[in-house]
């Protein structure tokens, strides 16, 4: 139906800005949360005074938060659901790095020991969205070639019951119905041909004239 290709089509255009700005955040995090690392590891291997350093993490950690809890939501519904229907998917091993890596960075710069991952994690995060935002992309524009291919439906066909005929909204076609096609007419379904002959031009399905 238009109205119902329109909606998803609508769905669609608000998922792809949705992933294109949680793109962008992972990316603009990744790159300041970077700058700052190369600053922590140079200071390290330099002496840098302890205090300094922990400064340093948590700015990192402030970075890496638009990251996890914003970016990374598409990677924890997609887990979300997985579990509820009892399944273990990628989602789940993805949503499990980040949160695990995230705390224990987080307790690291809260206790001065250790290592702290921030910027590991949003370049995780930054490549894992980019290979999901063209995958989406791919799946939109199959999308849009399959609304195209709708949007050239007719919305009535003339329907044969008995010796009458009766146009009727292609909704409520059923099948078994009997339904004639005169010349220049565009087949609202598929069907097999009872009687009569005629050409049919199948380049908006095959691409070939």
């Given at each position: 139906e238009p109205q119902h290709a329109q909606a998803q089509f609508n769905h669609w255009r608000r998922a792809q800005r949705t992933a294109l700005i949680q793109l962008g955040v992972a990316g603009i995090s990744m790159m300041q949360a970077g700058m700052v690392a190369v600053?922590?590891?140079?200071?390290?291997?330099?002496?840098?005074?302890?205090?300094?350093?922990?400064?340093?993490?948590?700015?990192?950690?402030?970075?890496s938060i638009p990251v996890i809890f914003y970016s990374s939501q598409p990677f924890y519904i997609g887990a979300w659901r997985a579990l509820k229907?009892?399944?273990?998917?990628?989602?789940?091993?993805?949503?499990?790095?980040?949160?695990?890596?995230?705390?224990?960075?987080?307790?690291?710069?809260?206790?001065?020991?250790?290592?702290?991952?921030?910027?590991?994690?949003?370049?995780?995060?930054?490549?894992?969205?980019?290979?999901?935002?063209?995958?989406?992309?791919?799946?939109f524009r199959n999308f849009q070639q399959g609304s195209k291919g709708a949007q050239h439906l007719p919305l009535a066909a003339l329907r044969a019951t008995g010796q009458q005929e009766e146009l009727v909204p292609v909704s409520q076609i059923k099948p078994g119905d009997r339904l004639i096609i005169t010349a220049g007419e565009i087949f609202p379904c598929d069907g097999t041909v009872l009687s009569g002959e005629s050409y049919a031009i199948e380049s908006l399905i095959s691409g070939e004239s």
């Amino acid at each position: 139906e238009p109205q119902h290709a329109q909606a998803q089509f609508n769905h669609w255009r608000r998922a792809q800005r949705t992933a294109l700005i949680q793109l962008g955040v992972a990316g603009i995090s990744m790159m300041q949360a970077g700058m700052v690392a190369v600053g922590l590891y140079a200071g390290a291997l330099q002496g840098l005074d302890a205090h300094w350093q922990s400064i340093l993490r948590w700015i990192t950690c402030l970075f890496s938060i638009p990251v996890i809890f914003y970016s990374s939501q598409p990677f924890y519904i997609g887990a979300w659901r997985a579990l509820k229907l009892k399944k273990l998917s990628m989602d789940v091993s993805v949503s499990l790095a980040l949160l695990l890596a995230f705390f224990a960075s987080f307790y690291a710069s809260w206790t001065q020991t250790g290592e702290v991952y921030f910027e590991s994690i949003a370049m995780f995060a930054f490549i894992l969205l980019s290979g999901r935002y063209i995958e989406q992309r791919a799946r939109f524009r199959n999308f849009q070639q399959g609304s195209k291919g709708a949007q050239h439906l007719p919305l009535a066909a003339l329907r044969a019951t008995g010796q009458q005929e009766e146009l009727v909204p292609v909704s409520q076609i059923k099948p078994g119905d009997r339904l004639i096609i005169t010349a220049g007419e565009i087949f609202p379904c598929d069907g097999t041909v009872l009687s009569g002959e005629s050409y049919a031009i199948e380049s908006l399905i095959s691409g070939e004239s």
